[in-house]
């Protein structure tokens, strides 16, 4: 990997080289078969499975433009107990794919946690699912979590040996424009160093707000969800001696949107809290003591609790002790005992303990928050109407963010972006054997047919749980809670469910997810007439068992 900086060069990190080379000249473009925008994992995949392929590695040039510095995060490092705030549940199939490219050995291992098991439930019903990675076939475990950071990390550290791509960094794409009439007509990116680059194909890997995707004339359709998610990295006790490691993520819908913990180490988990904007402002201006204890309410207290709490917060601010008193009095006053699990300002748990009967239920009880992880971003639905560009904007492709982006509640953002990776370097790579042109508009089609569809059917899945679980309305509540727990009940349909979210790397032929959305949402609208809710149900299992592979089934 060669990197190209504006206005520094880069440090060394450990041995491993890096060449600072000079600016381009801005009077004459460079030619480049493929020129990546964008630094993310996206980005930095694509440009890692490319020059993993030997064919890929010889025939190609790449450059990959990032208008942040790299040099940050390829020197990265945190103390051991620290985390960043930003992390993905990286599920069997990506770290398949990751393997696959070399990219996996990179990866600091003792910053990843596995999750065996994951624990659903609805915030005001109580109906629960459980998921164990021990009803997979073939897998020890549903996804394993990490900081956004340690795998850009490794992606830069696996590309730092690849000298075939350059990696041009700290500058910004200025302007696109297609090359004059009676040349090419390639893509033109004006840097904001003076280079000038010509791209037989040009990738956005840009995010959200893609300058590719304005360049390629791709509209896209969607909407802002009324919700922001408040982020941060919790620290709290280890787990005691006769309960299961901090191996479990908890998800609990309330009906200001999903709250979720998920484990990073026996003593620091992440938080992911989706909720209404008004809220969210308030939970990230909330005095020191303040958050931790409206965290433990939150998977703990019933709704109503929760309301009037909220409710108190958003009056103005409270301290600690303040709202200890108030959740002491809910707890109280709903009949939680202070030697349950459910407690938590009551808490009379000793650490070491045996612990109750249903303290593997709830998550650990936060302790603190490290410094300077709170954060609140708001949550939006976009898909891109097409992943290719044409006329004026062809030979242009479009991988994650730039081309989808999701809600965080089943943490498939960052995964369904490196499905499109693997699904793109595929397709470029088919091309060159064949002789293609790979920037052609039939030379990718393959990519968009794989990835398409794949990506609405997850994304719809999402958008109608987040919808369906947003409903306080009694008819609405009972349907979600009987289509939960019927599923929970069949140890099968929860292993296709996790099949089909990615626990598994081989067997990836049901639409689990989507079927189950779909259920939930069929039961909802049949919810006026027990009969057709029975029908409804049924018809979604028995669906979801036809698709299913045999060897959930016992048949052959």
């Known amino acids: 990997m060669t990197f190209f900086a504006t206005p520094r060069p880069l440090t060394r990190l450990g041995c491993r080289r890096r060449l600072f080379l000079r600016s381009f000249s801005s009077e004459r473009a460079r030619d480049n078969d493929i020129v990546i925008v964008g630094g993310g994992p996206a980005g930095l995949a694509l440009a890692t499975a490319l020059a993993s392929n030997p064919i890929a590695k010889n025939s190609l040039k790449i450059t990959l433009v990032e208008g942040g510095d790299l040099s940050k995060i390829q020197d990265w490092g945190m103390p051991p107990n620290a985390y960043s705030n ?74 730092s040996d690849t000298p075939s791509v350059h990696v041009i960094h700290s500058v910004k794409v200025e302007s696109i424009q297609r090359e004059a009439v009676g040349r090419n007509d390639w893509p033109l990116l004006h840097l904001s160093n003076g280079a000038i680059l010509r791209a037989r194909l040009l990738v956005g890997a840009d995010g959200f707000n893609s300058p590719v995707r304005s360049f390629a004339g791709i509209s896209s359709y969607g909407w802002s969800y009324d919700t922001h998610a408040v982020v941060a990295t919790l620290n709290h006790a280890p787990r005691g001696p006769f309960q299961a490691p901090n191996n479990t993520a908890y998800q609990r819908f309330l009906p200001t949107g999903p709250i979720a913990f998920l484990p990073l180490s026996p003593c620091t988990s992440s938080l992911v809290w989706s909720t209404k904007p008004h809220l969210a402002a308030a939970l990230n201006k909330s005095s020191s003591g303040v958050l931790e204890q409206l965290i433990n309410a939150a998977f703990r207290l019933p709704e109503p609790s929760l309301q009037y709490i909220y409710s108190r917060l958003l009056e103005g601010a409270m301290s600690s002790d303040e709202i200890k008193q108030e959740i002491m009095f809910r707890e109280r006053s709903d009949g939680i005992l202070s030697h349950s699990a459910y407690a938590s300002a009551t808490s009379m748990l000793s650490e070491g303990g045996i612990p109750p009967d249903d303290a593997d239920a709830l998550p650990p009880l936060v302790t603190s ?105 009694q008819p609405v509540v009972w349907a979600r809670s009987v289509g939960l727990e019927v599923v929970n009940e069949l140890d099968s349909v929860k292993a296709a469910l996790m099949m089909n979210a990615g626990a598994s790397s081989r067997l990836q032929n049901v639409s689990g997810w989507d079927l189950f959305a779909k259920g939930v949402e069929n039961l909802v609208r049949a919810a006026g007439t027990s009969k057709m809710v029975g029908g409804m149900v049924s018809a979604g299992i028995q669906e979801l068992v036809k698709q299913a592979d045999p060897r959930f089934f016992g048949r052959h």
């Open 86 to 159: 930003r992390v993905s549940s990286i599920t069997d199939t990506s770290q398949h794919f990751l393997n696959r490219i070399g990219v996996w050995d990179y990866v600091e291992r003792a910053r990843t946690n596995p999750i065996h098991q994951m624990q659903v439930w609805d915030g005001i019903s109580g109906a629960r699912i459980t998921f164990d990675a021990s009803e997979m076939p073939e897998s020890s475990e549903m996804a394993r979590m990490t900081e956004n950071l340690n795998l850009q990390r490794a992606l830069l550290r696996k590309l």
């Open 369 to 473: 928050i490290q410094p300077g992880t709170i954060a609140s971003f708001p949550l939006r639905y976009n898909h891109a109407e097409s992943y290719l560009g044409e006329g004026t904007g062809s030979r242009t492709v479009l991988v994650g963010d730039a081309a989808h982006t999701v809600h965080p509640l089943a943490g498939q953002g960052l995964n369904l972006g490196l499905g499109d990776v693997d699904a793109l370097s595929r397709c470029i790579i088919q091309a060159l054997t064949h002789g293609g042109d790979i920037g052609s508009y039939t030379a990718l089609i393959p990519y968009t047919r794989e990835r398409y569809f794949e990506n609405h059917k997850v994304m719809s899945a999402i958008d109608k749980l987040h919808k369906i679980y947003s409903s306080t309305a």
